[in-house]
């Protein structure tokens, strides 16, 4: 896959391109995403966790209604700790709060007081999240991500390369190759599907630029 062809397929502008095209070329080689279907596949769900290649980090500026995502947040906790009228944004430490009471006391981390659930919140193109993700990535990649998960955040080729790890670690090969597109979704965002519209779109787009039926 040469870079116009991997521009065409992520619909990036040339800037995005330029900064993904090697991280993101040597993490497929890496981890045996070896033919167009499983590109395609892997592009699209990874430009949709990305938002498009441009975010490294989980957000959690999320509307009060929006917080429904997380079954942790009780209707008060949502109605407090949402975007309020007239606010731009959820303010750092509300978002802070959300994510320790979404993400706390499961898969590795500690409870909602420990601080884990905003510590191992998403990163990378995949958007690595929660302790013990973070512990298996980073012994496949031999980096301490336990102790630097903001390193997904910060080094471009450890952001694709956990993509990588966690497509090939939990299978998504298997149903990229039978063109199982939903398949690929279920591994990565579980029984929700959240945003399929949005990623089909990503993977259609995608197969046109490889080529693919």
Known sequence: MDKMTFQRAAGLSAALTDRWYGPVSAAMAEFDINTPPRQAAFIAQMGHESGGYTRLVESFDYRIDALKIFSRLTAADRQ??????????????????????????????????????????????????????????????????????????????????????FWQRNGCNAPADRGDFAGTTRIINGPAMEGQVLRVARWDAARAGLGVA
């Open 80 to 165: 407090r700790l949402g975007r309020q009228p007239g606010e731009k944004s959820v303010p750092l430490e509300r978002q802070r709060e959300i994510a320790n009471i979404a993400y706390g006391g499961r898969y590795g981390n500690g409870p909602a007081a420990s601080g884990d659930g905003w510590r191992y919140l998403g990163r990378g193109l995949k958007q690595i999240t929660f302790a013990d993700n973070y512990r298996a990535c980073g012994r496949a990649l031999g980096v301490d991500l336990l102790a630097n998960p903001d390193l997904l955040a910060t080094d471009d080729a450890l952001a694709a390369r956990s993509a990588g790890e």
